[in-house]
T-cell receptor, first 112, second 113 residues
Framework: NAGVTQTPKFQVLKTGQSMTLQCAQD?????MYWYRQDPGMGLRLIYYSASEGTTDKGEVPNGYNVSRLNKREFSLRLESAAPSQTSVYFC???????????FGDGTRLSIL | GENVEQHPSTLSVQEGDSAVIKCTYS??????FPWYKQELGKRPQLIIDIRSNVGEKKDQRIAVTLNKTAKHFSLHITETQPEDSAVYFC????????????FGKGTTLSVSS
């Protein structure tokens, strides 16, 4: 049972490049989330999807887009990467928004 | 927006001591109060959670207490061990357009033997 799988694990981009981070869960969860984690800032919610077919902005959505492709998959896209988006990105899923969240291993993204 | 504050930001204890981390939140509609543990370089993992109809919950050496009137909840770890060293996050739910968790900035707990 893989849980939440994120790809890639590491990525280096140049400013202005685009990239999609992939996330898939095999727990049949309804809700999925994207967070970024920066030193001293905790986990900040970028976007979330309470159920298949819906997406909502979190605290820091600017510069990102998401797609809930189906119940299993939730992708995060950076259209024009900026150095301020250098961070560790975590995907998570849960049965509902008030149930425990299960996290992937994260993607370390560096933008030069 | 929702304001979540954790105190202290760092905590150092000797093995066997108790540790307490407090989380204060602003949304009076919050009903779900989890705590997550993140070891260095790893993903966050839920260690305990509580809902608004319960005042306290225990799981072996870990407990969470909730004071909904004062809008704070606390993580209690007894008989600390070196493997308890990690960053701990509170994440109360926040209800606005939808419902999501808002994570505090974290408390770094160091347990020395």
């Amino acid at each position: 049972n893989a849980g939440v799988t994120q790809t890639p694990k590491f990525q280096v981009l140049k400013t202005g490049q685009s990239m999609t981070l992939q996330c898939a869960q095999d727990m049949n969860h309804n809700s999925m989330y994207w967070y970024r984690q920066d030193p001293g800032m905790g986990l900040r919610l970028i976007y979330y999807s309470a159920s298949e077919g819906t997406t909502d902005k979190g605290e820091v959505p600017n510069g990102y887009n998401v797609s809930r492709l189906n119940k299993r998959e939730f992708s995060l896209r950076l259209e024009s990467a900026a150095p301020s988006q250098t961070s560790v990105y975590f995907c998570a899923s849960s049965e509902s928004s008030v149930e425990p969240q299960h996290f992937g291993d994260g993607t370390r993204l560096s933008i030069l | 927006g929702e304001n979540v504050e954790q105190h202290p930001s760092t905590l150092s204890v000797q093995e066997g001591d108790s540790a307490v981390i407090k989380c204060t939140y602003s949304d009076s509609a919050s009903n779900y109060f989890p705590w997550y543990k993140q070891e260095l370089g790893k993903r966050p993992q839920l260690i305990i959670d509580i809902r608004s109809n319960v005042g306290e919950k225990k799981d072996q050496r870990i407990a969470v207490t909730l004071n909904k009137t004062a809008k704070h909840f606390s993580l209690h770890i007894t008989e600390t061990q070196p493997e308890d060293s990690a960053v701990y996050f509170c994440a109360p739910d926040f209800n606005q357009a939808g419902t999501a968790l808002i994570f505090g900035k974290g408390t770094t707990l160091s347990v020395s033997s």
